[in-house]
C-alpha cells in the first residue's frame, strides 16, 4: 500500500499526538444507543448540526424503547436538517425495533451484529467500539481516507483496505484516537480544497506536501 518504501506510522500518530491529543467523540451521547443514533444521522450532515438535532431528539426519546415508540414521521420531524433523513428516520426506527427484538434493548458490542443493523456500516460500527465499548475501532472517513493517502501512507481509496494498512501497523489501543487525529488534521490542516502544507507538522514524512 505505501508509495514509496516503508510509511513511518508510529511517527506519523506521534506527531499527530503532539498537536491533538487525546481527542473525545465530537458527536454528544450519554449511551451507546444515543452515539449509534448520532453516528447514523452524521452521515453527510456535520457533527455541529448532528448534536442540534439529537438534543431535542434524545429529549424527546433517549433509548431504543422510546425510539421505537415514535412513527418514523416523528422521527423524521426531528432529523429533517440533516440531509437523506427518510432514510435516517426509517433506519433510526428499525434499528431501535431491532435492537428492542434482538438485544433486550441492549446496543450490542460486536462488529458482526452492529453491522446487521440498518444504516450501520463497518465505520459506523468502529466509531461505537472504540468510543462506548472500549475496544478496538479505526473508523475510515473522508478526511481519515483523504490524509492517509496525501500522506503516501495508503495508495487505495477503499476504507477496508485503509483500516487494515492502519490497524496492521499502530496497536490497538490507539486505533480510535488515530482516527480522531486523522479527521482533526484533515478538518484543521489537510482541508480537501487546499491542503495547508507550509504550517502542517506532517511535512517532513507526507508524499503529497506542496511548497
Ligand atoms: S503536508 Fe500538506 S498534503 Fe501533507 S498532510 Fe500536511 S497538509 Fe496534507
Redesign the pocket.
Known sequence: MSRAGRFPWQKLYDLLYGVYGECACPLRHDTPFQLLAAVMLSAQCRDERVNQVTEKLFAAAPDPKSMAALSVDEIAGFVHTCGLFRNKSENLHRCAELILERHNGIVPDTMEELTALPGIGRKSANVLLGNVFGKPGFPVDTHVNR?LN??GAVDSVSPEKIEQAACAEIEPEKWCNFSHLLIQ?GRR??VARQ???AG?V??SI?A???E
Open positions: 490524509v496525501q500522506l488534521h490542516v489537510c491542503p495547508r502544507c502542517c506532517l511535512r507526507c503529497g506536501a506542496k
